[in-house]
């Protein structure tokens, strides 16, 4: 499956150096990003190298002014997109100063709260909390100023760790810190975690697969605490259900850096991509091929 997977991503390497969503669609940080990480994996040997370059050059040129990464050409403002460029890039020490100035970004930025009008009005009418939710703790958010989100949060999270010895500790401990208790807070009952909130309008919501998956990643040196094990065993049981390949990777990248065993994971991956090649988008296939192959090491802290 892997050098099947790893020719399709190539195919779709738009003349640019990046990857869009699917062939022939616009350039963006994300999917370039997980491509270059995806084909990286593979080794030198691959014959992937001159694409490896090309789709690092795309990600260092779009880099804006600030240190963070836009989505795409069309789409020019700082994105959560930044967390996966950092994450890609960490590892060469080409562009340790680049990626650095990233995390220096990612450190000052903050999910918004919501604000005092909308807290005024709940008070004087009695109205049911929209979201239960410590409203304090904050992580990172899709876009600058917006609320903060399980899954930007946890990306956030991993790229902060990776770069911290080249961060300032105080700044550092200080954004883990909040960010780890965010992502604890809004787990869902009997584990898991939602995209955002585990209870709306005080009816309780449930876990998603790959949500789970990330937010265990990016707290998996606390591999131990309850909450992680807990959470470990939701995602084991969802799985059992699901087929995407999105979810089926990021469980098996997880289930990897809790050294628990994956291979019945991988065996329902490769029949997914034998059944649909992921319809051709780039995303599932990168995280395929890094799940396949020793991808988690990017992963791990």
């Known amino acids: 499956m892997l050098d099947e997977a790893a020719s399709l991503l190539l195919t779709l390497q738009n003349p640019d150096g990046g990857w869009g969503a699917v062939a022939r669609r616009r350039s963006n940080t994300e999917v370039t990003a997980l491509a270059v990480l995806a084909l990286q994996s593979l080794?030198?040997?691959?014959?992937a190298s001159a694409s490896v370059e090309k789709g690092m050059r795309w990600l260092i040129e779009r880099q804006n002014a600030d240190g963070s990464w836009p989505i795409s050409d069309s789409a020019k403002g700082p994105s959560w997109a930044t967390a996966i460029a950092i994450i890609t890039l960490s590892s060469v020490p080409e562009y340790r100063p680049q990626v650095v100035k990233a995390g220096q970004w990612a450190l000052a930025q903050e999910g918004g709260k919501p604000?005092?009008?909308?807290?005024i009005v709940l008070?004087?009418?009695g109205q049911k909390q929209v979201v239960r939710l410590n409203r304090d703790l904050i992580g990172w958010p899709w876009t600058t100023g917006n609320f903060s989100w399980v899954e930007p949060?946890?990306?956030f999270m991993v790229a902060v760790k990776k770069l911290q010895a080249h961060l300032p500790a105080s700044a550092v401990q200080q954004r883990l810190e909040q960010a780890e208790l965010m992502i604890y807070d809004r787990m869902c009952d009997g584990g898991g975690w939602n995209s955002g909130?585990?209870?709306?309008?005080e009816e309780k919501l449930w876990p998603y697969p790959d949500t789970t998956a990330l937010a265990l990643?990016?707290?998996q040196e606390r591999r131990l605490r309850k909450e992680n094990q807990l959470s470990l065993g939701a995602l084991g049981d969802m799985m059992k259900s699901v087929d995407s390949g999105l979810a089926l990777s990021w469980a098996i990248i997880c289930f990897s850096l809790y050294q628990q065993d994956s291979s019945w994971l991988k065996k329902s991956l490769e029949q997914r991509f034998a059944k649909t090649k992921f319809l051709g988008e780039t995303k599932p296939l990168a995280l395929a091929i890094l799940a396949m192959g020793d991808g988690a090491r990017y992963f791990r802290i």
Do not use: D
Not at 197 to 201: G, I, L, Q, R, T
């Open 217 to 219: 990643i990016a707290t």
């Open 43 to 47: 080794g030198k040997n691959s014959g």
């Open 197 to 201: 909130n585990a209870e709306v309008y």
């Open 115 to 119: 604000g005092l009008l909308a807290q």
């Open 123 to 125: 008070f004087v009418t």
């Open 153 to 155: 949060t946890s990306y």
